[in-house]
């Protein structure tokens, strides 16, 4: 079924203490709700959940795995209406910091 009056936003998420860990992340709005997909940062695919993401791969340290977790439990604890909203409300080039 075709969503119509799509709206579709790109947002980063990453670390507030290492902005180099992030993802982008995709919400596509529309009058029946709103779908939230992870670009996953090997592939480039899109996933619908963060997880996706993290599968078949890792850092060769265990330190940027650990922010990689971190940024990763940080996206799942948000509530995910919460988590839509700020994907939203956020402008153009601004990003969403945990």
């Given at each position: 079924?075709?969503?119509?009056?799509?709206?579709?936003?790109?947002?980063?998420?990453?670390?507030?203490?290492?902005?180099?860990?992030?993802l982008?992340?995709?919400?596509?709005?529309?009058?029946?709700?709103?779908?939230?997909?992870?670009?996953?940062?090997?592939?480039?695919?899109?996933?619908?959940?963060?997880?996706?993401?993290?599968e078949?791969?890792?850092?060769?340290?265990?330190?940027?795995?650990?922010?990689?977790?971190?940024?990763?439990?940080?996206?799942?604890?948000?509530?995910?209406?919460?988590?839509?909203?700020?994907?939203?409300?956020?402008?153009?080039?601004?990003?969403?910091?945990?």
């Open positions: 079924m075709r969503k119509t009056n799509l709206i579709k936003k790109i947002r980063t998420v990453q670390l507030a203490d290492d902005p180099s860990f992030s982008q992340v995709r919400g596509d709005f529309s009058e029946d709700g709103q779908d939230i997909y992870f670009r996953h940062p090997i592939t480039g695919d899109w996933e619908q959940s963060v997880n996706q993401c993290f078949g791969w890792s850092e060769q340290d265990s330190e940027s795995n650990e922010q990689w977790q971190k940024l990763r439990q940080a996206i799942q604890k948000e509530d995910a209406d919460i988590f839509a909203t700020k994907l939203w409300e956020k402008e153009e080039g601004e990003v969403i910091e945990y």
